[in-house]
């Protein structure tokens, strides 16, 4: 049992290849899931709209909020 594990220490955990040529055509886009900047602003707004609506249901069911009258 010992002698595998020391066989297992003496290979290599990573082999020693020369890494892919990668283009930096895909490392200088900056796209997030193949949106463009005004999508991404759509979906923020969204986000932050949903987050205010959420929040103030959030309060009204607590009773810390109340409707004025």
Known sequence: MLDDFRSQADTPFFEDTPPEEVSYETQTRRDFLGMTPFQRFIIAI??????LLLSSFCLLVTGK???PG
């Open 46 to 51: 969204f986000l932050l709209l949903i987050t």
């Open 65 to 67: 909020l109340a409707f």
